[in-house]
């Protein structure tokens, strides 16, 4: 999508991602070596009553169907960063994962009119419908070969 196709309050669809086990732990042993990650015989006695997936892991799923449903051909190049993330629910191997990501602003930069600023919130959803990710994340657009531009 084009930073001018993006407007508030605006709901944008995308996935389903299915997650393996093997994603899990090869994921884990790399990025969150935690035991509740990584050994699925202790994670089953542990507080999860299984294995659950790195919360880093579920963000970079979103970051995936993100891009696929609405960076992939945009002029997007850059993020400044997450306002505020949120894990309220445990992801687990074998969950098929979708995003739903809501626009809350779309805005020219008052002092860098070539500068898009989309602030949106995504969030997680496994197949039941259980919210497993909530975050609200700035993504920038440069729109110096825009037609739009002033």
Known sequence: MKFAEFHAGQVIEGG???L???EVLRFAATYDPQWFHTNPEAAAQGPFGGLIASGWQSCGIAMRLAALAA???SESFASPGIAWI???HPVRPGD???LRATVIEAR????KPTLGILRWRWQLFN???IEVLDLEVTSLFDLKNS???P
């Open 96 to 98: 098929d994962l979708r």
């Open 20 to 22: 393996t086990e093997d």
């Open 147 to 149: 037609v739009e531009t």
């Open 71 to 73: 960076l992939d051909g």
């Open 108 to 111: 020219r930069s008052a002092s």
């Open 86 to 88: 949120k894990f309220p």
């Open 127 to 129: 197949q039941n419908d």
């Open 16 to 18: 389903p991602f299915h």
